[in-house]
């Protein structure tokens, strides 16, 4: 599709732009560093990825699935379903196969390496959901392409899963506050900011929990769902106990972190 990249690029400013300023109109928590001591190397990591993915990876998500879709390849092509019913059923397993990949990232220490500079910012905000290890970025994508060769979902899917997961990821690390019974009715159709906050909280028990990014079924049915954490939101500290210096935000640093540490410290068994 070669309108793919427009798209998922108008989608990511509107989100971006609408996300930030429902942020600065009625913040959730009160930040320790300001925008511009963080968003430039959350936002600079965001450059670096795309530009890695776009000159590494043979293909995109969506031309594979193009692919595959002519040549009818993939679990979900040998159903005779409803294209309503493969549309969805695409969607579905394909949340489901990023909560196990957030799971796994946890589980084995080697990606916790990785996975733990995206859980290290010293604040929580929409940025947050942005700033993941360019490694990370590597073997997440890989990971999509095996999936989504495996199922061989539509290509509508699999374009509406991208963007989904994008605003999504934005949406539930934003810092901005929902009303209490808005934020619970939510949470039964979508990750809110304050299900996904606990995620980000320095205590290793709530670090392993509300791993979803788009459905919240999965944590809720798996065992790993949380509702509150002890302390509070107001009163949680948002971060790991490892790297807890401001020198930390830098890019450079961000980048250096998984090979300056070991993985010690949250294990998924300490839930």
């Known amino acids: ?22 942020e600065l109109r009625a913040p959730r928590r009160r930040l320790q560093f300001g925008r511009m001591r963080r968003w430039p190397s959350n936002l600079g990591l965001v450059l670096l990825n795309g530009a890695l993915v776009r000159l590494l990876a043979p293909i995109s998500a969506v031309g594979l699935a193009a692919l595959l879709e002519e040549r009818q390849w993939g679990l979900l092509a040998l159903l005779e379903l409803q294209p309503w019913l493969r549309l969805v059923l695409a969607l579905v397993l394909l949340d489901l196969a990023i909560y196990l990949q957030h799971v796994l990232f946890h589980a084995i220490p080697a990606l916790w390496r990785l996975h733990r500079m995206h859980h290290a910012d010293l604040d929580f905000d929409l940025t947050t959901g942005l700033r993941f290890h360019p490694i990370e970025i590597l073997l997440s994508f890989a990971l999509k392409l095996f999936v989504v060769a495996a199922l061989g979902p539509p290509v509508l899917a699999v374009l509406l899963f991208e963007v989904i997961l994008n605003a999504t990821s934005m949406f539930n690390h934003a810092n901005g506050r929902l009303p209490d019974r808005l934020d619970a009715a939510f949470r039964w159709l979508v990750v809110t900011p304050d299900m996904h906050r606990l995620h980000h909280s320095v205590q290793p028990a709530e670090t392993n929990s509300n791993f979803g990014f788009n459905l919240p079924w999965w944590d809720r049915l798996l065992g790993t769902y949380r509702a509150e954490p002890v302390g509070g939101h107001a009163g949680m500290t948002v971060g790991l106990s490892q790297f807890r210096e401001p020198s930390e935000l830098g890019l450079w640093r961000l980048l250096t972190q998984p090979f300056r540490a070991p993985p010690t410290g949250y294990p998924l068994g300490q839930r």
Not at 17 to 22: E, T
């Open 1 to 22: 599709m070669s309108d793919e990249p427009i798209i998922r690029l108008v989608a990511f400013l509107c989100v971006l732009a609408a996300l930030s300023a429902w």
